[in-house]
């Protein structure tokens, strides 16, 4: 199974009555859509085959904004177990649902992400999730454990994205 975890990308902080309102900002939405066309370049023929996201506004706009550079239509699925503070068992227990595809991207918020690759890498992610960044794990049949196979986040200075393949 290809897994890609996908923060969001660059969100308002102010103006909005709560967190779960928050939209993607002009900035954001540029630097994500560089980057998802960089994830969909990269991605080869793992293409994501169900997209899941968190329900907060900015993450539903970088997963719209991800599928729209696949050229795909989805199919997309919102889950709470995506959310910021959601609990790592939670999110990980949505790769382990029957019939899931051979590729998945789930779409979500740190702290969660950083969290969630550890759990699946089993040792540490040295870093935070950068906003809009994308990781590639591949995890075989039968696994709970996964290997990192790259890592892209987006670079502000070059209006590009920079593809790690290691760590």
Partial sequence: ?????????????????????????????????????????HADAHEPELWLTSPLVRAVQTCEIAVHAFGADGPVEVTRALVPEGPISTAAALLDRDGMPESVALVGHEPLMTDLAGHLLGRHWPEGFKKGAVLALKRADGEKQAKFVWYLEPAKEARDAKLRESF
Wanted: proline residues 2%; without cysteine.
């Fill in 1 to 41: 199974m290809r897994i890609y975890l996908v923060r969001h990308g660059k969100a308002a902080d102010e103006g909005y009555r709560n967190d779960e309102e928050r939209p993607l900002t002009d900035e954001g939405r540029v630097l994500m859509r560089l980057t998802a066309k960089a994830f969909a370049k």
